[in-house]
């Protein structure tokens, strides 16, 4: 529903249509009206209009513009828009190197608040899933939730820089479950619908993440009953037969082995969260699944690979290739990496710690044919170092992965090269979609200098920053400060890390840690 409202009131106002082009026709039946609007105004007038919009009907929309623009000032309205952004990009205080990394920076901040979008009217009246008017009781409700995306940092960073609108993010997908006639949570909310766009069911990624770093203010055991009810669903994508079997067949899904690898990491969610709420028999359960990555590796190549009921895998497979391999918007080069929850046992089961460095390297390194590219959809040729996909999610946590096989300096390195050489401002600044914010997510935190690897866990794996210095002011009222000494494009390698002047051990810090300030 729409409302317009204008300054001037309109001499003549009338619908075009095939029946009369000519003059107004009273009847808006059909796909492409076209209206418009004359007025007896001097040459070169401006005309003021207001457009509102409702999911729920015209008189909600008319409530929204009185409510949200009373007047017909545009100079207020412009000052007002350019203070609320003001006051988000304050959200954290940065110095940089350089006027390109300033703008690099504040622009990935912009990208991380553009979504996900509100979608209720000032009434707190929405359109839900179930097509009914919903009210959303004591929070903001939210849509366009590109979970595949958005799981692996953008969530988390909401989660320290914005949790009070993350908590509104999870109060949405529980209204959406409540609302679902499969008692699912989102895969990819999109206002009263779902588009059931890409694998995995990570909205339990987002609740687990929210509910465990205390950000969450709903009822945590009904979290987890979504969640596990969501996990349950065998209808949806092969869960059957991978509850069944331990992994997704090829011959049931063409994207059998991500989703295995995708649902294995949520399980494991669903067990951190069951864990967190003293849930031991949901524990034990989800536990034991989350190692259903396990059963799609293929030790005899050294990678991920489809699988077929009978136990066997696939005798055609090509690791080069992005399509109809077993995968969605990747290749098993990237996708068997994908354990974020047990990356200790992912390199211990591809042959330790030197198998894994090898591995990681050529990664970065090795060559591709020009085929490949033209393969490879929603990103630019520079989204790809090497065989590494910047460009698309799947691989987003790799370059961490050199901490678990001891040469963190790699991890260093790699992560200041792909903020030099992934992220700038010209058209093609972004190596592929921003996808509601995960790629602008990923260079905030490794530009600040730690990484959400495992979403679910209330640590973070450190880098190396970009930033001079950052503080970032919480909303709990305290500032968490980063100081980056000596750094520059020639000293990326980080000698020591210091927590309120104790020296760090390991290459881990908690979410309390920042919290507390």
């Keep these: 529903y729409g409302s317009r409202n204008f300054e001037e009131t309109p001499a003549y106002r009338g619908f075009w249509r095939k029946f009369d082009q000519s003059d107004n026709f009273p009847d808006l039946a059909g796909r492409k009206l076209r209206m418009h609007f004359d007025f007896d105004v001097a040459a070169g007038s401006e005309i003021l209009v207001k457009v509102s919009l409702s999911p729920v009907s015209m008189t909600n929309a008319l409530a929204n513009m009185t409510a949200e623009v009373p007047h017909w000032d545009f100079e207020q309205t412009k000052a007002e828009g350019r203070t609320a952004w003001e006051q988000e990009l304050r959200r954290i205080e940065a110095t940089l190197p350089s006027e390109a990394d300033y703008v690099?920076?504040?622009?990935?901040?912009?990208?991380?608040?553009?979504?996900?979008?509100?979608?209720?009217?000032?009434?707190?009246q929405y359109k839900g899933l179930d097509q009914e008017v919903h009210s959303a009781d004591g929070f903001t409700n939210y849509t366009s939730l590109s979970l595949w995306d958005t799981f692996r940092a953008f969530h988390p960073y909401l989660n320290i820089v914005s949790p009070s609108r993350n908590a509104d993010i999870v109060a949405s997908m529980m209204a959406h479950y409540q609302q679902s006639v499969l008692k699912m949570l989102p895969i990819w909310s999109h206002y009263?619908?779902?588009?059931?766009?890409?694998?995995?069911?990570?909205?339990?990624?987002?609740?687990?993440d929210a509910v465990i770093k205390g950000v969450y203010r709903g009822d945590p055991h009904a979290a987890l009953e979504a969640c596990v009810a969501t996990a349950n669903q065998r209808r949806y994508e092969g869960i059957g037969e991978y509850i069944d079997l331990g992994y997704v067949?090829?011959?049931?899904?063409?994207?059998?082995?991500?989703?295995?690898?995708?649902?294995?990491?949520?399980?494991?969610?669903?067990?951190?969260?069951?864990?967190?709420?003293?849930?031991?028999?949901?524990?034990?359960?989800?536990?034991?699944?989350?190692?259903?990555?396990?059963?799609v590796y293929d030790a005899s190549i050294g990678f991920m690979r489809p699988r077929r009921a009978d136990g066997t895998f696939r005798q055609q497979f090509d690791v080069l290739d992005t399509h109809g391999q077993g995968f969605i918007e990747g290749n098993t080069w990237n996708y068997t990496l994908y354990v974020p929850h047990d990356p200790v046992g992912l390199m211990e089961t591809m042959g330790g710690r030197k198998r894994l460095i090898r591995y990681l390297d050529s990664l970065f390194t090795m060559h591709l044919p020009d085929e490949f590219f033209a393969q490879t959809e929603d990103i630019t040729r520079e989204g790809i170092i090497g065989n590494y996909v910047h460009g698309n999610e799947p691989a987003h946590h790799v370059v961490y992965l050199y901490h678990v096989a001891g040469e963190s300096w790699k991890t260093q390195e790699r992560v200041r090269m792909?903020?030099?050489?992934?992220?700038?401002?010209?058209?093609?600044?972004?190596?592929g979609n921003d996808d509601c914010g995960q790629m602008s997510a990923w260079?905030?935190?490794?530009?600040?200098?730690?990484?959400?690897?495992?979403?679910?866990?209330?640590?973070?794996?450190?880098?190396s920053p970009l930033v001079h210095s950052a503080t970032i002011h919480l909303e709990n009222g305290n500032s968490f400060k980063i100081e980056a000494i000596n750094q520059s494009d020639q000293h990326v390698y980080v000698q020591e890390v210091r927590l309120n002047g104790k020296l760090v051990d390991g290459y881990t810090i908690r979410h309390s840690d920042i919290v507390n300030g």
């Excluded at 010209?426 to 190596?431: E, I, T």
């Design 104 to 124: 690099n920076f504040y622009t990935a901040m912009y990208h991380a608040a553009l979504m996900p979008t509100v979608y209720m009217d000032v009434n707190g």
């Design 192 to 208: 009263a619908n779902d588009n059931w766009c890409m694998s995995g069911y990570h909205a339990v990624s987002v609740v687990a």
């Design 249 to 295: 067949p090829d011959e049931v899904n063409g994207t059998s082995v991500s989703n295995t690898l995708e649902y294995a990491y949520d399980d494991w969610c669903i067990a951190q969260l069951a864990k967190h709420l003293g849930k031991s028999d949901v524990y034990e359960t989800f536990i034991k699944r989350s190692q259903h990555w396990r059963n």
């Design 418 to 431: 792909i903020l030099n050489q992934q992220y700038h401002h010209g058209p093609d600044g972004l190596g």
């Design 443 to 463: 260079y905030l935190f490794s530009s600040l200098g730690f990484y959400p690897v495992a979403p679910g866990a209330d640590e973070y794996w450190l880098g």
